[in-house]
């Protein structure tokens, strides 16, 4: 059974930090791209961050380069999203992903809340 379970969300203050982690089940972990995505409030889900399955390559949203880092610990089949700097407009709830599409990996964790307010 797939599971992608993620925890570290919360309330924060504009400037403050989180940490969201991602644990992985039920498949190989270490054959898969990993990405966190969000969706805000009356917004489209869109790519935040991505990770490759070695962990040395990155990308990001323009609107986070600087401010937040994915990484990743095959060793724990985790993933991980450090946000600093953070504002009200990265507000959202924030799920973690996991592809491979020659395993045909499409997976969802159920999500998390990020709330940024004063």
């Known amino acids: 059974q797939v599971q992608l379970v993620e925890s570290g969300g919360g309330s924060v203050q504009p400037g403050g930090s989180l940490t969201l982690s991602c644990a992985a089940s039920?498949?190989?972990?270490?054959?898969?791209?990993m990405s966190w995505y969000r969706q805000g409030p009356g917004k489209e889900r869109e790519l935040v961050a991505m990770i490759n399955r070695g962990g040395d390559n990155t990308n990001y949203v323009d609107s986070v380069k600087g401010r937040f880092t994915i990484s990743r610990d095959n060793t724990k089949s985790s993933t991980y999203l450090q946000m600093n700097s953070l504002k009200p407009e990265d507000t959202a709830v924030y799920y973690c992903h996991a592809s491979a599409s020659g395993l045909h990996y499409n997976y969802w964790g159920q999500g998390t809340q990020v709330t940024v307010s004063s």
């Open positions: 039920g498949f190989i972990f270490s054959a898969a791209y």
